[in-house]
């Protein structure tokens, strides 16, 4: 154990104001500290005793310390540290008075050779019977546990480690903030220990033990002459409740907490990680709440050269296949906003190239300015060589789709960088910014290069933290300057990679404890989560929908072209139209971090409460069979009395709120909230704007009001910001057109409370839906088309030739027989608007089903097969091993595989036909994202090739074999949307003679 020693009794003494109304935001410590060298007790029966200790691990004291005053208060001290192998420093340690807290700064100053040891800064803390602690925690159960855990609740002291940051992706004893908690009910008193993000931090774990010690241990410094290691602690007094910790760190860092462009907030919503370009239904997604689509990333020609260096209408082939332009990008982004829905480009700074090799392959490329056509040439024999990441041996690390992992902290990698990030800003306009993926990488260490801080392995190295933070010092204030955001898919969930930041759409926030950092990290910024399927829903969407409500964390909406997320689906879809108001009104959420906002009488259910414009919003959930909850909050600031407020609940499954009351006695508000499914949501608004619908076919109209006392409210419809002179509210409006409303209470000409702003969209009705969703069939097919919701006055309008319906074009009246192949379109006529997405719907008639082949597939032996997914090839089984299974139907024989596959056999010499029966296997029945085509050559020609088959589609193949060919090569396609989930089978696949 490494030795300790106590500088002295740190007893910090707060004079605190008696407990009262206050303003949001100033929540806390009210008063000046008096900070003493003591070796009593101290007299105020409300002061803990608190003792701060720092120490080198494995390293024991030279000597008694030095020890001195300072003026103005508080003390400085020195102490030698020694280790077995003979390296030593100085410790020096200094306490002063803030405003707010005692500032505790470390240096470490090395002697000699450089060396590395555990630095520690602990705090013991006198704690009392019935003390309890917080940090913001993925989850708060020792070593985690199955489910989710309520991160709200402090807990019991006891002897725990968690990482900062996390040691992946999946360690739920992760915190996200660099603070601890420690609270005394009983004193009515709280101690937070604070490191500053604002430090040069590599690894930190914090250890809580039961007896109330706090340790910060600092890991993979380097101690030496040249460069100290300076650390930065703050103690901070406050009331008995981790919402002033918040509260306290959103004062003290706001470059971190808060996003640097406020516009972030206009991006929140539901969000997606799509590679659909075509129409969608802009109603029916807005009523879910959706918000922002994170482009899934398949529009570059590989990973890293985002933007193709062409000019803007010349195509390139992106990383589906698919030809693409800045052009089609820029309207994309164009057209969604039109819908009212926003763009993320996808970025990475960490991974680079698809399909690269090592050792480095012969150059293709005729002129270095064709490098960027091939990732190996670009990467290899262009300037970036020196940005590779080396794993073992020196040798790359590969990532997905045999990319590399890359050093951002490379100068010729991080311009390269920052000129994607310009192209973006000068080329798509209309989108929001980017979202940047996979920062799991930054916890690495690059061992060929040195920063000047880090120590590792024996010497030194450069931290990807310290590239990140000189990339993002740079691409941040680009981004920002034009007004765009920049979110992150955090994976090492940490505050201090948070400058620069505006949002955080973390992939792996169906996972409990991800969700709970990551909500926490982003307490003041927007914060979506991911949600992979249908599956991640079970065995309870409602319990699902209200822990995000709880966190402030919006899933991701059920877009077509998904990748690897929820996509549209019967089962599901109706959750998120339930759910969706309440999500869209946490657009824009704060967490509230005044003392003991919101508490649940009796505790039948769960809260939390948040600022957002014109007021507040407080979910309540997890109430099982309960029809109601008596919710109490405290110390919220209102520009008003609370008597005018607008006072609602939000329940799921119903559009329209439920007016309720509130009784006030002191700073305390009660309000009795009907909860539907165990939920509601409460909204106290002294400002509000109300179109009905947001995103509207033909018109909608716009109520506002305020009930800020002798207050009028004055409007704008350009998208200028309300003043003085702006037109006064007189009654609803009635919106014809794309319009941005601005509405804010004002008193003579002084501005009160927020502004409240809404977008109301309008836009063409929605694509008809065409149904079965099966694509596939045998026999005769009966073709519906309906529009749902039904809209008043519409006509649906259809054609069988594969022409875009008229407004002379039949008049849908009842399903259509279809007994061959053939392409059903539609669409919705409505007066008064302008012609509706087109809804095409391909029908394809199943080939009668083969005879049984004489040669089997499976008693062949390739002569070479390749996949996408799974290993290798399974003989009479699916790929992940099960009996193979297409549409309900078994079957003894046939071959396993994952798109994108190929397998090629020898012919045998009496082959007259190749047989299969082919589709999806039912293992994939959870994932409706699955989509495959199947294909046969012979010698390179094309033989058949199936329509694109999903889950429950089966397709039958007879294929003839023209004469003198020598071989069979059997392809499956992902369809052009992406590998995951196409998991394919050819069953009882041969040769017939």
């Known amino acids: 154990m490494p030795a300790y020693r106590h500088l002295a009794l740190l007893v910090v003494t707060v004079l605190v104001a008696p407990l009262g109304a206050h303003a949001a935001g100033e929540e806390g410590v009210k008063g000046p500290f008096d900070v003493r060298a003591r070796t009593g007790k101290a007299p105020d029966p409300f002061a803990r005793c608190v003792h701060p200790s720092s120490a080198i691990g494995g390293c024991g004291p030279v000597g008694p310390p030095l020890t001195h005053r300072l003026p103005g208060g508080g003390s400085e001290s020195r102490q030698v540290y020694l280790s077995p192998e003979g390296h030593s420093c100085t410790v020096v340690e200094r306490f002063s008075p803030t405003h707010a807290s005692v500032r505790w700064d470390i240096r470490v100053e090395g002697h000699g050779e450089p060396w590395s040891a555990p630095i520690e800064t602990r705090v013991r803390w006198d704690a009392a019977p019935g003390a309890r602690f917080w940090a913001a925690w993925g989850d708060p159960r020792p070593g985690g546990g199955p489910g989710w855990a309520d991160p709200l609740v402090p807990q019991p002291l006891a002897d725990q480690t968690f990482v900062y940051g996390g040691t992946a992706f999946t360690d739920p004893t992760v915190v996200s903030l660099p603070l601890v908690t420690l609270l005394d009910p009983a004193a009515g008193r709280g101690l937070s220990i604070v490191q500053s993000p604002e430090d040069t931090l590599r690894r930190m774990t914090i250890a809580i033990s039961r007896q109330g010690e706090v340790t910060f241990c600092h890991l993979d410094h380097r101690i030496s002459a040249a460069a100290p290691v300076r650390l930065s602690i703050d103690l901070v ?222 010497g030194p190295a450069r931290s990807l933290f310290a590239s990140w933070a000189e990339l993002m010092a740079r691409l941040g204030p680009m981004m920002h300057a034009a007004g765009k955001v920049i979110f992150v898919n955090p994976h090492t969930r940490r505050l201090d990679l948070m400058r620069h930041v505006d949002g955080i759409y973390d992939e792996f926030g169906d996972m409990p404890h991800s969700l709970n950092a990551c909500g926490l990290l982003g307490f003041r910024k927007p914060v979506m989560g991911w949600t992979a399927s249908t599956a991640s829903l079970q ?324 002569i070479r097969s390749s996949l996408g997914w799974g290993g290798s090839i399974r003989i009479d089984a699916s790929i992940q091993g099960n009996p193979l299974s297409i549409a309900g139907k078994l079957f003894a024989h046939g071959v396993g595989t994952h798109a994108p596959s190929e397998i090629v056999y020898d012919l045998p010499a009496t082959a007259r036909a190749f047989v299969a029966t082919v589709g999806v296997d039912d293992e994939m029945r959870a994932y409706t994202m699955a989509s495959v085509v199947f294909q046969a050559f012979a010698d390179g020609d094309l033989l058949a090739a199936t329509p694109v088959l999903r889950l429950g589609d089966v397709w039958h193949l007879n294929v003839p074999i023209p004469p003198g060919r020598k071989q069979l090569r059997l392809v499956v396609t992902d369809a052009g949307d992406g590998m995951n989930c196409d998991h394919a089978d050819w069953a009882n696949a041969g040769f017939a003679r």
């Open 237 to 458: 007094v406050h009331e008995d409740d981790w919402r002033p910790a918040l509260g306290w760190l959103a004062r003290r860092y706001p470059a971190f907490v808060d996003p640097p462009n406020p516009r972030a907030h206009d991006v929140a919503g539901l969000g997606a990680y799509s590679s659909e370009e075509g129409d969608l239904d802009a109603a029916r997604l807005a009523a879910m709440g959706f918000g922002v689509n994170w482009k899934a990333s398949f529009d570059f020609p590989y990973m890293g050269m985002f933007l193709a260096p062409v000019p803007a209408w010349v195509e390139w082939t992106s990383f589906l296949g698919r030809a693409t332009s800045v052009a089609s990008l820029r309207d994309y982004s164009r057209r969604m906003r039109q819908q009212g829905f926003r763009v993320l480009n996808y970025f990475n700074v960490t991974e680079f190239g698809t399909r690269v090799v090592d050792p480095p392959p012969p150059r293709k490329a005729g002129t270095d300015a064709d490098l960027w056509r091939d990732a190996n040439d670009f990467l290899y024999h262009g300037p970036l060589r020196d940005a590779i990441l080396p794993g073992p041996e020196g040798k790359p690390i590969f990532t997905w789709e045999a990319g590399i992992a890359m050093d951002p902290g490379d100068p010729a990698y991080r311009d390269f960088l920052l000129a994607q990030a310009d192209r973006h800003i000068r080329q798509i306009p209309h989108s929001d910014g980017i979202c940047i993926d996979r920062l799991d990488w930054l916890a690495r260490y690059n061992p060929r290069f040195d920063d000047g801080v880090t120590w590792v392995d024996g």
């Open 539 to 862: 065995p309870d969407p409602d319990a699902v929908f209200q822990r995000h409500l709880h966190m402030g964390v919006h899933p991701t909406a059920p877009l077509p072209g998904n990748d690897h997320t929820i996509r549209p689906d019967p089962f599901t879809d109706p959750y998120y139209l339930d759910y969706g108001p309440l999500f869209d009104a946490l657009r824009g959420r704060r967490w509230v971090t005044a003392t003991h906002a919101i508490e649940v009488e009796g505790a039948v259910a769960k809260a939390n409460v948040f600022a957002i414009a014109g007021g507040y919003a407080a979910p309540v959930t997890f109430g099982g069979t309960a029809t109601s909850a008596r919710v109490r909050l405290r110390n919220l600031t209102w520009p008003g009395p609370w008597s005018a407020a607008s006072i609602d609940v939000l329940v799921p499954g119903r559009t329209a709120p439920v007016q309720v009351a509130v009784t006030r006695r002191g700073d305390t508000l009660a309000v009795d909230v009907p909860l539907v499914r165990g939920c509601g949501l409460l909204r106290l608004r002294h400002t509000w704007v109300t179109p009905r619908p947001r995103v509207f076919i033909t018109q909608t109209s716009v109520a506002m009001g305020t009930g800020i006392a002798g207050a009028t409210l004055r409007y704008t419809l350009d998208g200028s910001h309300p003043d003085a002179r702006s037109r006064v509210y007189g009654g609803p409006l009635a919106v014809q057109a794309t319009t941005t409303v601005r509405a804010r209470a004002f008193r003579g000409a002084q501005a009160v409370g927020d502004e409240v702003a809404v977008e109301c969209v309008k836009v063409p009705p929605p694509a008809p839906a065409i149904s079965p969703a099966t694509r596939v069939f045998e026999g005769q097919l009966r073709v519906s088309i309906g529009s749902e919701p039904a809209i008043p006055g519409a006509a649906i309008r259809y054609t069988l030739d594969a022409t875009d319906p008229t407004p002379a074009s039949p008049v849908y009246s009842g399903p259509i027989v279809v007994d061959g192949d053939a392409e059903v379109r539609a669409r919705l006529f409505v007066s008064g608007a302008d012609p509706g997405a087109v809804a095409v719907a391909a029908f394809r008639k199943c080939p009668p089903e083969p005879p049984e082949p004489d040669v089997p597939l499976a008693a062949l032996a390739p």
